[in-house]
């Protein structure tokens, strides 16, 4: 292949140039309220332990199903007492 060597890099080139213009031309991120940040945080918080909460329900769900699907009985070990 005798190709010359600034076609062998004219892909990479071309793909710089594009993603160069692009990040060009975005504008600047408008000014954060902190207002807007906390409420905006609270919010995901929120939404995140409301997820977890419900997580944690159907996992127990599970295990109790498993439990009653598999029969497996919950073993308490007893507790050892010294003589």
Do not use: F, H, Q
Request: with cysteine.
């Amino acid at each position: 292949m005798n190709a010359p060597k600034l076609w062998k890099w004219m892909p990479a080139l071309l793909v710089c140039g594009a993603v160069g213009l692009a990040y060009a031309k975005l504008p600047p991120p408008p000014p954060v309220d902190p207002e807007k940040a906390a409420e905006a945080k609270a919010k995901a918080a929120d939404a995140t332990k409301k997820a977890r909460e419900l997580e944690e329900k159907y996992m127990d769900r599970a295990v109790e199903r498993y439990k009653k699907e598999k029969g497996v009985k919950s073993a308490v070990a007893p507790i050892a007492t010294k003589k």
